[in-house]
């Protein structure tokens, strides 16, 4: 089973930066995209953005210029640079991959989550 596991969310305020981070269990065969998204209370789930296997990224407008996503292929890792967050990022952010392992067929995984706020 693929598992997704993310860190360093928190607390931080306006104008500040975050780095999160997320790493695929090691049963992976091949990654075919990696992306973050995130979701507040009573709106539904968002990209953020997302990143190929061939490093070809996508962003949502609201936060094109402030966050950069980045992958180790490596470490099945993949990186969201955040800056100049705003009030408005206070959200969960989640992993997601689209992979597939040496015993299941291509596939959706999610990761639980990591909450960021950012507040004065």
């Known amino acids: 089973q693929v598992q997704l596991v993310e860190s360093g969310g928190g607390l931080v305020q306006p104008g500040g930066s975050l780095r999160l981070s997320c790493a695929a269990s090691e049963s992976i065969s091949r990654i075919y995209t990696m992306d973050w998204y995130r979701q507040v209370p009573g709106k539904q789930r968002e990209l953020v953005a997302a990143i190929t296997s061939d490093d070809s990224t996508n962003y949502a407008d609201s936060v094109k210029g402030r966050f950069t996503i980045s992958r180790d292929n490596a470490k099945n890792s993949v990186y969201l640079q955040m800056s100049s967050l705003k009030p408005e990022d206070t959200a969960v952010y989640y992993c997601?991959?689209?992979?597939?392992?040496?015993?299941?067929?291509?596939?959706?995984?999610w990761g639980k989550g990591t909450l960021v706020t950012v507040s004065s």
């Open positions: 997601y991959c689209n992979a597939r392992s040496p015993l299941k067929p291509r596939m959706d995984y």
